[in-house]
């Protein structure tokens, strides 16, 4: 595969970025290379392919090809790594995954008679034969350029982010150079995701594609979604358009994918701004789309207003139906049901209506296990929240299996010496957890997670309890967003789906009498999640956090987060995957130390 030959001006410093800047007027007022051709259509193809799944993903991108094509489209621009899947994880260690990999670029080289496309595979090194430390494989993160059939140049991906998420270091080895190359007339330069977030790195490839004199920078990504990060993103490309003066097509990732410690969900959105800052083309969230854009008719569109608590939700659905899905296409065998504990609390009634929207009511089964401590009134709404969502709701009363585990316990003298605590309480939610568990196994479904990350943060929870199951929707999602969440969805309806008295009631476990998750917690959840939030997400020392909230919450409470978290540590290693949806989520993104004491 041949690769552009560089252009001689390279960025190497201060000095010649603000020799760009001074360019900037000249190039915005040109752009010949679009006006001459006023038919230039180019397709962001924003899909979702799988890792393991490269056959599929190799048919996907050529019917979009053909798509954009019969659109008129001249150019077409696919997300990062693409054919393999962008979290391939150790795959990439298997030689005959890198194989398959190339040998699907060449079908889809084959497929390209009369359009250029860009399209992320991997790529190993061809001149280096010995292995990196450890074994490791000397590979590329790329894009291919292909015009008519023919591969014209291939871009490596220079900046390797290796935080939050990211262990791409782990994978690639950076590429050298940021190159520019002509193709129909247009002077294309490719870059890969993390090349447009350059701040603190020592280059900045988008700046050397701009000096290199590129009338078009095309950006094949997989940037995650995170609450609030449309924004973010929007702001970067914008800005890098008005440093550069440059047109930027931005292609990213949709889905849901496995992120080793829990789902990484991507959002799409992608974009195209003009050389003078406005936006011609913005990509639906959530879902792959084709996005259509004369870049010489400059028809400028108006940036979506993202509402937190709706793009949450979308998230979510999108989230349940991609885990679900990848089950069903791998295994051949129907969408397994998932199987809720309903509670009559917010936080199963929340992950019940998700579901059911993102897999149909005929797909959730619903299961409330009183015992003698449950009211009344939290059974009437787990039964009301299963005829409102359409779905079966199965009763297991636990009192006797409770009765018949502690008499076999209190068998042991020294168990039977000590007076009722916290274990008693234990003992009921593990064997709710076996009751729904066995459903799972017996019909073929998977139990789905209903804890949320306060609880988590907290340790207001159960090992091999609440916390089982095979999957957890809102193990990042914090207590005040469980209950913007449920009023967004009775709102949306127009109708209480999830009940009222559901939301107003004050939150308990109830395993044991007049319990309410403050009295464990130090303060109500509510008060508790937005600081939680932002002393995680910020990383917020403890005296820092004592500080900044003093008087929002009583004394000793900031302490007790911090306390509470830690004694949590230990659990959090084995919780169910979550899915991802705030910046520093647990799992990979927030490595601690088990135990450490430290609170300073």
Same mark, same amino acid.
């Given at each position: ?39 230039? /259509? ?23 090809? =053909? /798509? ?11 997300? =990062? ?10 795959? &990439? ?15 889809? !080289? ?6 250029? +496309?860009?399209?992320?595979? +991997? ?30 140049? +291939?871009?490596?991906?220079?900046? &390797? ?47 050397? &594609? ?32 008005? !440093? ?56 400028? +569109? ?5 509402? !937190?608590?709706? =793009? ?59 015992? /003698? ?168 020392? &403890? ?11 009583? =004394?000793?409470?900031? /302490? ?12 959090? !290693? ?27």
């Amino acid at each position: 595969m041949s690769t552009a030959t560089p252009s001689s001006s390279a960025f190497n410093g201060t000095d010649q970025a603000l020799g760009l800047s001074a360019s900037n007027s000249v190039k915005a007022a040109v752009h010949t290379a679009f006006t001459a051709k006023q038919d230039y /259509r180019v397709a962001v193809a924003q899909i979702a392919t799988y890792p393991g799944q490269i056959e599929q993903n190799t048919q996907k991108i050529i019917s979009y090809i =053909e /798509r954009a094509r019969d659109a008129g489209a001249r150019l077409v621009v696919f997300p =990062e790594m693409t054919i393999p899947g962008y979290q391939c994880l150790d795959l &990439l260690y298997n030689p005959n995954y890198i194989s398959d990999n190339l040998a699907a670029l060449q079908k889809i !080289r084959a497929a390209t008679a009369g359009i250029t +496309v860009i399209v992320g595979f +991997v790529e190993p090194t061809a001149e280096r034969t010995e292995s990196r430390p450890g074994g490791r494989p000397h590979l590329y993160n790329s894009a291919a350029i292909i015009h008519d059939g023919k591969i014209v140049a +291939v871009q490596h991906k220079s900046l &390797l982010p290796t935080y939050e998420i990211f262990d791409e270091e782990r994978y690639f080895i950076p590429g050298q150079d940021r190159n520019v190359v002509e193709v129909d007339g247009i002077k294309i330069g490719t870059q890969i995701c993390e090349d447009l977030w350059s701040q603190g790195y020592s280059i900045d490839p988008s700046s050397e &594609l701009a000096l290199n004199g590129a009338d078009l920078i095309v950006n094949i990504s997989a940037s995650p979604f995170h609450v609030g990060k449309f924004g973010v993103r929007a702001e970067l490309l914008c800005s890098t358009v008005r !440093r550069t003066a440059t047109p930027i097509i931005y292609a990213n990732l949709v889905g849901s994918y496995d992120g080793y410690e829990g789902e990484v969900l991507f959002d799409g959105r992608s974009l195209v701004v003009a050389g003078d800052g406005k936006v011609l083309g913005v990509g639906q969230g959530f879902n792959d789309d084709l996005i259509l854009v004369d870049l010489a008719l400059q028809h400028e +569109v108006a940036l979506p207003t993202i509402d !937190r608590t709706a =793009e949450l939700y979308s998230a979510l659905v999108m989230g349940i139906r991609d885990y679900f899905g990848r089950r069903s296409r791998i295994t051949g065998a129907p969408i397994p049901k998932a199987v809720i504990g309903l509670s009559g609390g917010i936080d199963s009634a929340l992950v019940a209506a998700l579901c059911v929207e993102a897999l149909g009511p005929s797909n959730v089964i619903g299961v409330t296990m009183p015992s /003698r401590y449950s009211s009344q009134a939290t059974l009437a709404d787990a039964f009301k929240l299963a005829e409102n969502l359409g779905i079966h709701c199965k009763v297991i009363a636990i009192d006797k299996e409770c009765e018949a585990v502690e008499a076999s316990l209190r068998l042991d003298p020294e168990f039977a010496a000590r007076p009722s605590d916290v274990t008693e309480e234990n003992i009921q939610a593990r064997i709710r957890m076996v009751n729904l568990m066995a459903i799972a196994n017996k019909l073929g479904g998977l139990m789905v997670n209903t804890g949320n990350r306060t609880e988590l943060i907290m340790n207001n929870c159960t090992i091999y309890g609440d916390m089982t199951g095979g999957f957890s929707v809102l193990g990042d999602v914090d207590k005040d967003r469980v209950y913007e969440l449920a009023n967004y969805i009775n709102k949306q309806a127009a109708s209480e789906i999830i009940p009222e008295s559901t939301i107003t009631r004050v939150p308990s476990a109830e395993l044991k009498e007049n319990q309410a998750d403050e009295n464990v917690m130090g303060a109500p959840p509510q008060l508790l999640a937005p600081i939680a939030r932002e002393i995680f997400e910020q990383r917020l020392t &403890l005296t820092e956090a004592q500080v900044r909230f003093k008087g929002r919450v009583p =004394e000793g409470v900031i /302490r007790n987060i911090f306390v509470r978290s830690d004694e949590f540590e230990w659990k959090s !290693r084995q919780m169910p995957p979550a899915l991802r949806v705030t910046s520093h989520a647990y799992g990979v993104g927030r490595r601690m130390p088990m135990n450490h004491g430290f609170y300073k």
